[in-house]
């Protein structure tokens, strides 16, 4: 029972500061480094933590999307964001994407589709890299500046032609996306595809998840980002009031 007690106090706190290393972890724990690296191996094996690009660090993977998926629905995220959600798509008629933060990622846990024939599609458990999408630039504009610098040191990589990885163009993004409230992307995630995107935060600050409104380049263009912005800070407010 104790080193099950360990491993799951050793992946909380992979969660809680990714990507970390095994002193730290170990310090932070007051546990022995070798206790640490056996309960690392274990949760690797089973496919709870991975080694990141930075050598020797550790961050959490995919397989906390199912929990993070009963979590949202324990705590009535979708229960409180799907109605507002709903009225905006109906609004904009495009499709609205919901995601919750998972390390440097975000994963997908909800999806409203636009009528349109032609229209944005991400499955559900869609991992999104947080400098590609728009809804991972919002919540990149929700964090600290130590985090934001940490995650733009792990040298964000092109997922299009268009994806910006400049870390000074990115901090400007960041920066604008905290100015107006929302963030946006023009085919940086998917060729053809924009996006504009705000988080919702809870009472402390902490962003619980984003959403986007998210379509075809050629009728989400940027005439309309300002105004479909506004749409999705309403939301927004209408959904961060029912969580609190």
């Known amino acids: 029972m104790n080193s099950v007690l360990t491993a799951l106090r050793v992946f909380e706190a992979v969660a809680d500061s990714q990507p ?43 397989r906390a999307f199912t929990v993070g998926s009963a979590v ?17 798509q109906s609004a904009v008629g495009e ?76 901090w400007n993004e960041i920066n604008l996306a905290r100015k107006r409230g929302y963030a946006t992307t023009e085919e940086e995630l998917h060729e053809g595809i924009s996006a504009v995107a705000v988080a919702l935060r809870d009472r402390t600050g902490v962003a619980r998840a984003c959403f986007s409104i998210s379509g075809p380049s050629s009728r989400l263009t940027p005439e309309l980002f300002e105004e479909y912005g506004s749409k999705a800070l309403l939301t927004r407010d209408t959904i961060e009031r029912v969580l609190r």
Do not use: M, N
């Open 20 to 62: 970390i290393g095994l002193s730290e972890l170990a310090r932070r724990l007051d546990v022995p480094k070798s206790t640490v690296q056996r309960c690392l191996k274990t949760l690797h094996e089973a496919g709870w933590v991975r080694p990141t690009s930075e050598e020797g660090r550790w961050s959490i993977t995919g």
């Open 72 to 88: 949202a629905a324990g705590d009535h995220l979708r229960d409180a964001a799907l109605p507002a959600l709903s009225a905006l």
């Open 95 to 170: 499709t609205i994407h919901l995601a919750v933060p998972d390390g440097d990622e975000l994963v997908l846990v909800e999806r409203l589709d636009s009528p349109h024939q032609l229209r944005a599609f991400l499955a559900l458990g869609t991992r999104l890299p947080l400098h590609a999408a728009a809804t991972g630039k919002a919540y990149l504009a929700t964090l600290p500046d130590a985090r934001i610098a940490a995650y733009l040191q792990s040298a964000p990589t092109k997922v299009t032609a268009h994806t910006r990885t400049d870390p000074v163009r990115l």
